[in-house]
């Protein structure tokens, strides 16, 4: 696990070369999205200021 900016955790998944980016909330972890670690990092931190 690798905590990224805005306090979003990415989680990497065994045989698969994509990526779970998840944020912890309140009461329940957001799941922002399945990423592939050559993709545009612009793409998710969209998703992590709303």
Do not use: Y
Not at 13 to 25: I, N
Not at 39 to 44: E, F, G, L, P, Y
Request: hydrophobic content about 40%; aromatic content about 12%.
């Amino acid at each position: 696990m690798q905590v990224l900016e805005f306090d979003i955790r990415q989680w990497p998944l065994d045989g698969f070369p994509h990526g779970v980016l998840s944020r912890v909330e309140h009461d329940f972890i957001l799941v922002l999205a399945i990423f592939h670690p050559s993709q545009n990092r612009d793409k998710w931190r969209s998703k992590a200021r709303t």
